[in-house]
């Protein structure tokens, strides 16, 4: 057994603090070691980056073909063009409208502003609306 598997290392108490809604990955916590990390140090950084690029460069063609034969036999690891594809099919946000809207500047009075805005949400959509009836376009 080694010297360090026998040392016991006792993690402090973590402080009940209330999970932030709202973001990406809330509700996850990290320990609170990692949590007080804060963000990484620019230096180190860099010189990860260095040394990884050190090794990619001494990297012969042997090890180059064994680490991609690997990749390809993992059924768990997905080709590139299986995750260009999958991104492709997936597309984030809302979906395109068949006809867009043209974002104008327009002054009107208070009065009308007024009448739309007082039943709430979606009253620029009841004021197209109106303005479509009012040109003939519906």
Known sequence: MSARSKQRVDF??????????GRIGSGVKL???IARRG???PAKLARAREIARDAYERMT???D???????LSDP????????MERNERRRLGRPPLPSTKRSVH???DQEVVDF????GRGWQTRMNAALRKAAGLD
Do not use: N, W
Request: no cysteine.
């Open 12 to 21: 402090p108490q973590e402080e009940q603090e209330p999970v932030r809604q």
């Open 31 to 33: 320990p609170p070691a």
């Open 39 to 41: 963000p990484p140090d």
């Open 61 to 63: 063609d042997e090890e």
């Open 65 to 71: 073909e064994e680490i991609t034969g690997a990749a």
């Open 76 to 83: 768990d690891s997905p080709l590139l063009e299986e995750v």
């Open 106 to 108: 327009l002054r009107l």
């Open 116 to 119: 739309f805005v007082k039943d």
